[in-house]
């Protein structure tokens, strides 16, 4: 079912070699590419505005998420340059503060950020939200013989397909593993520093075949007795989607 969501993904490309590839020059150059889309692109200095809903709407005064930080970066070259990496500026401060905290905690923990937003909001295909800068989609860091277990991070928008068990064991390698507790950890801190800016999470979706693991966890079951709302339910095509990720809504108060 994942092949068959690839072949609508044709602006998605995969770009795995740029992070492991041996070509300096590449890498610069593509540094440099990115960099300079950051600062023509970063947005202006009004305040941003979420219309509608993320289902249906529209951003205005977005702006760009670094492309990386000290232990986050956005894990695609060509969806960054495509323009897909906008938030709504309090949801930017947010994810950069969790970042920091995260960082002070697990000072060599590298966290990835997946897909947000267009620039001025709208349908981003094929996400069914994503669509007024207050979503996101998170990479589920991985863990194997309890040590962080980044290969698959690399691989660009391919991760979206990658398929993880019921367990979230790597199908193709059960030794590899989400680590269910650093999940609800970064779930609890977006929490906590999205209230300091004014915002809550509404909605976190995340495979609910996962939800045992993730709540028999010390920080899940911190989380499962939180007001953060995970959904209860989801139809067999979003499930299948939200296992290599965590997508997360969040609310203006
Ligand atoms: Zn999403």
Do not use: W
Not at 168 to 187: C, E, H, M, P
Request: proline content about 3%.
């Amino acid at each position: 079912m994942k092949f068959k969501f690839l072949l609508f993904l044709p602006i998605l490309s995969c770009n795995a070699q740029v992070s492991n590839s041996n070509n300096s020059a590449t890498l610069d150059s593509m540094a440099l590419q990115i960099e300079n889309y950051y600062t023509q692109n970063k947005g202006n200095n009004l305040p941003s505005k979420s219309i509608g809903t993320p289902g249906k709407g529209q951003l205005i005064n977005g702006k760009l998420i670094p492309f990386k930080g000290s232990n986050y970066e956005y894990f695609d070259v060509n969806s960054y340059l495509s323009g897909r990496a906008f938030l709504h500026q309090k949801v930017k401060e947010t994810l950069l503060n969790t970042y920091k905290k995260l960082d002070s905690i697990y000072p060599q923990r590298q966290f990835k950020i997946m897909e947000c937003a267009n620039k001025n909001g709208g349908a981003l295909f094929p996400h069914k939200t994503h669509q007024n800068g207050l979503s996101v989609d998170f990479m589920m860091p991985l863990i194997q013989e309890n040590k962080p277990y980044y290969k698959l991070d690399t691989i660009g928008t391919t991760h979206y397909f990658i398929t993880l068990n019921s367990k979230g064991q790597y199908n193709r390698d059960t030794s590899i593993a989400i680590d269910f507790n650093l999940v609800a950890k970064q779930i609890l801190i977006l929490g906590e520093k999205a209230r300091l800016k004014g915002l809550k999470i509404s909605k976190v979706i995340i495979n609910t075949g996962f939800k045992d693991e993730l709540f028999a966890t010390v920080f899940g079951n911190q989380l499962r007795l939180s007001k953060i709302y995970i959904v209860k339910s989801l139809d067999n095509y979003t499930n299948y989607f939200h296992d290599d990720h965590f997508h997360i809504d969040f609310e203006i108060l």
